[in-house]
């Protein structure tokens, strides 16, 4: 039987809201975003002053500007997700990433992970385009169940 234990979640710390999206002359009021877009805000791993210079125009120095990239996400959505389930990391056998937007693929964000972790593990990564808990829990329905470890960290 599969079983939920934790849960966790990590956004970038720049916020993108109405006021800085008027200020970059992309939309005429903060009224207007939001009837349009019905998006509050938005959070971004790309420094605010770097979007105003560039308008994220040059991808080569995008990565420069970054805060954050995925894995950083990762890592520390999974540490949250650990704690929320009262599980150490020693105890996770098996560490599956949903990397849609990995910043490189080998190593696989799961191995990435799973390394920032201390784990010695198998880590694997599976693309699903996106659909995360439906797929994990689908695909691991699929499995024996002696095949799986006590514990599996996902994340996406």
């Known amino acids: ?90 105890q996770v056998g098996l560490v599956v990433g949903e990397a849609v937007t990995p910043d490189q693929l080998v190593p696989a964000e799961a191995q990435r992970v799973a390394g920032a972790l201390g784990l010695k593990v198998a880590a694997y990564d599976i693309c699903s385009a996106g659909g995360g808990l439906p797929f994990y829990l689908d695909t691991f329905s699929r499995w024996r169940p002696e095949a799986l470890p006590e514990y599996t960290l996902c994340f996406s």
Not at 5 to 16: D, K, Q, R, T
């Open 1 to 90: 039987m599969l079983n939920i234990l934790g849960a966790g979640c990590a956004y970038p710390e720049n916020i993108i809201d109405h006021e800085f999206l008027v200020s970059l002359g992309l939309t005429g009021s903060v009224e207007a975003v939001l009837d349009q877009t019905g998006i509050c805000r938005r959070y971004s791993v790309l420094r605010l002053p770097y979007i105003r210079e560039t308008g994220n125009a040059g991808r080569s120095s995008a990565k420069a500007a970054s805060t954050a990239g995925p894995t950083d996400l990762a890592i520390s959505a999974c540490r949250q997700a650990l704690t929320r389930a009262g599980i150490s990391p020693e």
